[in-house]
C-alpha cells in the first residue's frame, strides 16, 4: 500500500511538471525532480530542476532562490541609478549628484588603471612615517581603526535601552581562526591562496619578491598567533560569557596595561565611561602585541590592513588579485561584470537613499498590509504553541507570552530616512578618497546618532532592497525588508499555501529566534538576564542538544560533517518557523480550504514552497567556507534536515519507515 501511494504520488507530481501550476500556487512544478522520492530526498524532489529554469551564472558560486532575487534587485538598482549617472544635470551636493557620481568614479576604469597604486600610498606612507608607537595607534585611532581589536557602538545586553561601547576580538584578515589553524586540506589551500595574495597585493605597490615574503610571514605569524586566541564561532554564539561592562581602569587591567583613555579620546568616543568588552583574552593578547611587538611589526600588520581595505578602489591589477584570491575561497568561475560591481558598490555606500528610490517604485503599499496580516496570524500561532508545550511551565509561559506580544515588528522600509546632506562626494578626487569620504560620513552618522544616547529602535540595520530578514534581541524587533517580499517568498497573486510555506516560515523563524537557544536569554526588554523559571532551561537543552547533535551527523561534502552546535540558532528558528507557518496556515484556511491542484495537495504545496525558498547550488569550495563560517546550515540541510522533525510533513507526503529521511517519532525533536 505504501509503494503504491507514492506511485500515484510520483505520477501526478510528473504529470503536474510537464505543465506549468497556476500563479495562484504560487509553486512552479517545472522544478520538481520525480527521479527522486519525496521521502528519500525531498531538496531534490522539489527542487532538482529549479537550476534548470536558472542557470547559474559563472560569477556566481552560490545560486539560489535568495542570490537570484538578489541579483534581480541588483538589475533594478541598476536601472535608478545608471539614470541618475547619465544625467549630468543634478544640483552639487544632491543626493542625485552623489549617486550619479560615485556610480561613474567607480564605472572609469581608465582612470583607475591610470593612476594604479597611487591613491593608497599616501596612507600607506602615513603608517611608515610615524616614529613611535604612540603615534602609530594614535594614527590608527584617528583612521577608526583598532589594528588588532574592533571597536564600535551598541545596545547595552544588560540595560538594552542604552548604548554603549563595545570592543571586541578582530585582526584576523581571514576572518575566522580556523583558516589559520585547521589542518584540513580544503583550509590548509585557502590558507596557502592567502600568503600568495599577501605577496601579489605588495609586488602589485613596488615592493620585491623578497620584501614582500617577508612581510606575508610576519602577517602571518602575528595573525596565527591571534586566531589561537579568538573565541571560536560556537563560543561567540554564548551571550553570557561574551559580555563584560567595565570600566576605563577594570578595562585597562583585563588588557595587559594598555592605555584605553588615550586611544578612546584618540578615536573620538573622549566621553566614554564603561565599555563592552566582549571577548577578553583575544583582546588582551592583542593589546599586548601592540605594546611589546616591534614597532615594524606593528606597521607591517597595519600596513597589510590598510592596502587590503584599499584594494578593490584601485586598478584592474589589484581587482583582478582579489578575484583569483576569492576563487581559492568560493569557486567562482568569472568577476561579476563591472557595472554590476559598481551598482552594489554604490548600494553599500548610499544604502537608504538607494533604499527609498527602490520602495517608491518597486514596493507597493498593499504588500505591506497583507505582511501585517500574515504577522499577526504567526504571532497567534506562536503562542497557540507556547500555550501546548509540556516541557514548559505555566510562569515561564506567561513571560513568553508577554514577549511575544511586545515583538517590534518593522515591515518593507524606515519611517525615517537617513540624511545624507553632510556627506560630499568629489569627482575630482579619485575613488579611493571618495570611499574614505563616505566610512567618515558613516563613522560620523553612527556616533551622532548611537554615542552615549538611548537606542533608537526605529533604527533598522538592513537597507529596504536587501533580500533577506533579522531578529535582534536587544531591541526585540522582527524586520522585514522589502526586498524579501516577492516570489518566490511572498506573492500577492498566490494562495495561502504558497506563502505561508516560504515568507510565512520566514516570519516564523525570526519569531523563533526570539525564543532559541541565544534568545530565549533577552527578556521582552531586550536585556540579558534569566527569565525563564531554572527547570525550564534545563527542560529546554535537552532537545536542543538532541537537534544540534543531529546536525552534527549530517555530511556536507565527503568526509566533512556539518556543524549543528555553530548552526544551532538557525536550525531551531527554521524547526519553530515551519511548526508555526504550517499550524497558522491552517488556521487561515479553516473556513475555506483550499483545493488540490495538479495533483498537488494545499499541505504538499506549503512544503515545496518552504523546499524552493532554499533551492540552488552551490561549488564545493563555497560549501566549504559556508561550513567554517557561517551560522545557518546549508540549503540543502535546511530542507532534508529540517522537515523529517516536522509531522505535518510526514502525512502531507505520506513518509514511512524506510524512506531514507524517515525518524522514527522518538528521534524527532519536538520544540514550539
Known sequence: MKKLLVMILSAAALTACNKPAPLETGIDTRNLDTTARPGDDFFRYATGHWIDQNPQPAAYPRWGSFTKLGDDNVNQLSELIQAIAADS???????????GDLYKLYMDSTRRNELGCQPVMPYLQKIQDCKTREELLQYAASERDGILFGIGIGADSKNSAMNIVGIGQAGLSLGDREYYLSDDERLVAVREAFKQHVVNLYKLIGQSEKEATQKMQTIMKYETELAKAHYSREQLRDPEANYHKLTIDELKQQTNGFDWAKFLVWY???????????????????????????????????EFQTLSGASAFLSDD????????????????????????????????????????????????????????????????????????????????QVALEKLSTFYVKIGYPDVWDDYSPLTIDPSKNLLENVYSCLIFDWNLDKQKNYNKPVNRDEWFMTPQTVNAYYNPTTNEICFPAGILQPPFFNMAADDAANYGAIGVVIGHEMTHGFDDQGRQFDKDGNLRQWWADADVEAFKVPAEKLANYFDSLYVLPGVHANGHRCLGENLADHGGLNIAFQAFQKATQGHPLETIDGLTPEQRFFLAYANVWAGVNTEEGIMMLNTVDAHALNFHRVNGALPHIEAWYNAFNIQPGDSLYLAPEDRVKIW
Do not use: H
Open 268 to 302: 573620538g568616543y573622549d566621553q566614554t565611561n564603561e565599555v563592552d568588552l566582549g571577548q577578553p583574552e583575544p583582546v588582551a593578547y592583542a593589546c599586548k602585541l601592540l605594546m611589546t611587538a616591534p614597532l615594524a611589526d606593528i606597521k607591517t600588520i597595519y
Open 89 to 99: 544635470a543634478y544640483e552639487t551636493g544632491s543626493i542625485r549628484q552623489k549617486i
Open 318 to 397: 589589484f581587482t583582478d588579485e582579489n578575484f583569483r584570491f576569492n576563487q581559492s575561497l568560493t569557486g567562482a568561475k568569472e568577476q561579476k561584470p563591472l557595472w554590476k560591481r559598481a551598482v552594489n558598490f554604490v548600494d553599500g555606500r548610499l544604502g537608504q537613499a538607494v533604499g527609498q528610490m527602490y520602495v517608491e517604485k518597486y514596493f507597493p503599499a498593499e504588500n505591506k498590509e497583507r505582511m501585517l496580516t500574515l504577522v499577526k496570524n504567526l504571532q497567534s500561532a506562536l503562542g497557540e504553541r507556547i500555550m501546548a508545550q509540556e516541557w514548559m511551565s505555566d510562569s515561564t509561559k
